[in-house]
């Protein structure tokens, strides 16, 4: 069977590889392959990126190489929601990173199937990149993985924060790394996903302020 290509919207070559165009790494040709028309969006330049996040997620990619065997994480979040113990608010971070087994720049949401940000996520044009997970009281996880595509990446996490998918009141960066421990970057000793934890106390605390 002969091969598909398509037209790379960044470099404007034939690419076969349907996720990362072998060429220029660019994702956007995943918009090609969904039929997305690309000049009705803003992914085509970084005129609205959130300054300074390409050259956080390039890091990124540039620990995970060197550091091949390290956990690299690179959080996008809002300095507004640490509390007084120091515990930043999983509503007000975004966690861009690694799987033990693959590089590149992967992205998990987890949202409320409801309400505002729900709202703007599901009618934005990356929207049916996003691979659905369901999960339990209306809520369900959107993973990604955006390859070795620092820009693209960098543009469809901003249009988030740009079109209200989060509400940050001001933004910071900063991308660690750490050893993979046993459970391959699940909570230490306990087996059970960062995740987890961070769904079951948003949850907790709505049904607390609903209760209020």
């Known amino acids: 069977m002969e091969e598909k290509l398509l037209k790379c919207p960044n470099c404007g070559a034939n690419a076969t590889n349907h996720q990362n165009c072998e060429y220029c790494g660019s994702l956007l040709v995943r918009f090609v392959d969904k039929g997305i028309d690309l000049s009705q969006t803003c992914y085509l330049t970084n005129d609205e990126v ?28 809002d300095p507004n929601g640490i509390d007084e113990k120091g515990t930043l608010s999983c509503e007000k971070v975004i966690q861009i990173s690694n799987f033990p087994d693959q590089q590149g720049l992967h992205f998990d949401l987890v949202i409320p199937e409801y309400g505002e940000g729900w709202n703007v996520f599901s009618k934005l044009e990356s929207y049916p990149l996003f691979t659905r997970k369901a999960l339990e009281h209306n809520w369900a996880e959107y993973c990604i993985n955006f390859g070795n595509d620092a820009e693209g990446a960098a543009r469809l996490v901003s249009e988030l924060l740009n079109k209200g998918a989060f509400h940050f009141d001001s933004i910071e960066m900063r991308t660690t790394y750490e050893p993979w421990n046993e459970n391959n970057g699940d909570n230490e000793g306990d087996g059970i996903p ?19």
């Not at 934890?197 to 949850?203: C, F, N, Q, S």
Request: with cysteine.
């Open 50 to 77: 959130i300054p300074g996040l390409i050259e956080e997620l390039t890091g990124n990619l540039e620990c995970q190489k060197e550091y091949p065997n390290e956990n690299v994480s690179t959080e996008i979040y």
């Open 194 to 212: 960062n995740w987890v934890w961070a769904v079951g106390g948003v949850i907790l605390f709505l049904l607390i302020k609903a209760c209020s």
